[in-house]
């Protein structure tokens, strides 16, 4: 592989990862607070008279169940409980 070819590669993934960028702006633009709400509250409509693919959104998304717990999904107030829960989920 040529450098030239590294390089355009390397172009190519930065054009792709600006477009990526700029869809997703694009949708917060397009979405409110009360937009995702609405959504959820029906999703959980749905899931609450047994629609299965509801509930999996519900626990997935919302609940995050099945998805791996990262430090940034928890709130924490203080260092003490934080070093815990790093310690807990190995992060320590």
Not at 1 to 14: A, F, N, R, Y
Not at 57 to 80: E, H, R, S, W
Request: aromatic share 4%; net charge positive; glycine share 6%.
């Amino acid at each position: 592989m040529t450098l030239g070819k590294v390089e355009s590669q390397i172009e190519q993934q930065s054009t792709t990862l600006a477009m990526q960028g700029r869809l997703r702006q694009a949708i917060f633009d397009a979405i409110t607070e009360q937009d995702v709400s609405a959504i959820v509250k029906k999703q959980v409509e749905k899931a609450k008279e047994g629609d299965e693919k509801s509930l999996q959104f519900v626990m997935k998304y919302v609940l995050g169940f099945g998805q791996p717990i990262t430090l940034q999904q928890i709130n924490v107030q203080d260092a003490k409980t934080a070093a815990k829960v790093a310690k807990v989920l190995g992060k320590s």
